[in-house]
């Protein structure tokens, strides 16, 4: 009964590649977020998106493309991968409005 | 700016001792405040919240709006305490999450 899931858990390319992380929750919750988590295990938001639509877009490079087909997946794509993009990227979400965060298990990209 | 501030990156606790994780907020309005754990290679998990003031775990938080400060305390530390704490921020709808605590509890 997983109520966040990410795909792949683990992702090893090459620079320059292009990549995709899909998210999925069955929590019913209609915000969704990604975060980054880097090597010295710093959290940082990347996005949230609240019933499909792009409510929180923080600095981040636009190689990073999010795309919410509808309010339970939120996947995210990487063009022209770079070294410094390796990090554990979390999925998660909640309802606007209540407060806990449900966290995906992360999805660890490795660009070499 | 910086709106959570966990200043230890590292703390190291024999077992049985007591523990104190050490947050501090800035924000101008009624902050909802948490801490999150992040157990070796696993998803970040809640493990309290400011306003249900409960005990979890054997560890709580007490958030002093005078300090800004949402410290976490348990007073016997267990080897299973060991772990990343991550104190968080709530505003509006968005989380705004500290740089972290990693927790070594030594046997």
């Known amino acids: 009964d997983t109520a966040v899931s990410q795909t792949p858990k683990y992702l090893v390319t090459q620079m320059g590649n292009d990549k995709s992380i899909k998210c999925e929750q069955n929590?019913?919750?209609?915000?969704m977020y990604w975060y980054k988590q880097d090597s010295k295990k710093f959290l940082k938001i990347m996005f949230s998106y609240n019933n499909k639509e792009l409510i929180i877009n923080e600095t981040v490079p636009n190689r990073f493309s999010p795309k919410s087909p509808d309010k339970a997946h939120l996947n995210l794509h990487i063009n022209s991968l770079e070294l410094g993009d390796s990090a554990v990227y979390f999925c998660?979400?909640?309802?606007?409005?209540?407060?806990?965060?449900?966290f995906g298990e992360g999805s660890r990209l490795t660009v070499l | 700016a910086q709106r959570v501030t966990q200043p230890e990156k590292l703390l190291s606790v024999f077992k049985g001792a007591p523990v104190e994780l050490k947050c501090n907020y800035s924000y101008s309005g009624s902050p909802e405040l948490f801490w999150y754990v992040q157990y070796s290679r696993q998803r970040l998990q809640l493990l309290l919240r400011h306003i249900s003031r409960e005990s979890i775990k054997g560890f709580t938080a007490d958030l002093n709006k005078g300090e800004t400060s949402f410290h976490l305390k348990k007073p016997f530390a267990q080897e299973e305490d060991s772990a990343m704490y991550y104190c968080a921020l709530l505003t509006g709808n968005q989380f705004y999450f500290g740089t972290g605590t990693s927790l070594t509890v030594i046997p």
């Open positions: 929590l019913g919750h209609d915000t």
């Open positions: 998660a979400s909640r309802n606007a409005g209540e407060g806990e965060l449900f």
